[in-house]
């Protein structure tokens, strides 16, 4: 493959998103292409391959929408053979750029966003439909999406496990002596915020030797101060650790936390797109050996009984949550059936099988560009 130019853009993911900088950018540059990531960063620099031409941090969306023009300017300026994009805000200035430039254009489409409200998610909606009357390929990063697309053509590039190096292995064996359970990722009402909070309380409630870690960032402020104010009022730090919390938390810096635990947590609420799709922290639970206890959602629960990997509950039942996990923590060798079940099934969702696709697609888009 010859050194093609892809640029992949985005004015609200962290400059070092797992999915678009560390999997998509990196493979792509060890693919043999010429990457560069338009995103809000501090300065230019060079990073495993991937060129990093910087926006200025903001926050809202509505500074957000007052970068586009400097995003457009970037990316034109940048004169890529393709372009992959992966905010739906910026369907109009992609259309801007394919005019301008003639460049092979991907649409990401990371989740459903018909459940952002009535009117942003009618916006929403309906910019898609546009974009894939003139995009050239739209990728999902959950196979139940594809459904949505209509005209494009569309490939599932799921949120696969990309591994650390070696050097850091994963636990074979977990001593129960200590336990820690663990929820990684944003951290929302929606994402069961206030369900993790009801779990922490009823563990100190039931006087159990647990402690519950939140690793990730609360993005919401309004979020961040209701949480806050009942972990004061009701104690809840003797059982809660928050790591992360008002800053987003890099993928290797959740290691260590994955590492120390015994259960990952996903108690999340029955909206429309979590009914639909599995979470990436799903992927990552299973690599580190980790039962799943996650709320009872059909599809949810399809994955658990699959594998064999651990349990659902109703995410608003603290108590039969700790009933659940106390079971586990009971009896030893069913916990290590459990781990030993998730790290079985762990090696389906590496990412070097969506790398493969990845790789395939912008070759297929870009020829012998």
Known sequence: ???????????VHHPFD??????????????????HLVAQHTHAETVDGVHLAPLPPVEGRLRRIGLQRRVFEAAR???????HFHDPELIPLAWRLKRATGARIIYDMHEDYRGHGPVEGRLLRALERWCFTWVDHVVVANEA????????????????????????PVPATRSLEAVRLLYTGVMADPRGLDALLDLAAAIIQNNLPWTLDLVGVCYRASDRHR????????????????????????WP?????????????????PERDHLSKIPTKFYEYLHYGLPLLCSDFSRWRAFVEEHGCGAVVDPRDAGAAVHRLQAWFDDPARYARLSAAARDAAPRYRWAVMEKRLVAL??????GA
């Open 253 to 269: 810096e959740m290691h260590p936390f994955y590492q120390n635990a015994h259960v990952g947590l996903a108690l999340w609420q």
């Open 1 to 11: 493959m010859s050194r093609a130019r892809v640029v992949h853009l985005t004015s």
């Open 77 to 83: 300026s940048l004169r890529a053979d393709l372009y």
């Open 227 to 250: 949480a806050e104010a009942r972990i004061e009022a009701e104690g809840l730090d003797r059982a809660l650790r928050r790591v992360g919390w008002e800053a987003y938390v890099p």
């Open 362 to 367: 912008y070759e297929g888009l870009l020829g």
């Open 18 to 35: 797992p999915r678009i900088f560390a999997k998509q950018a990196v493979s792509l540059s060890a693919a043999g292409f010429d990457v």
């Open 145 to 168: 999406h594809a459904g949505i697309v209509r005209r494009a053509p569309v490939t599932c590039i799921a949120n696969y496990v990309r591994p650390l190096d070696a050097a850091s």
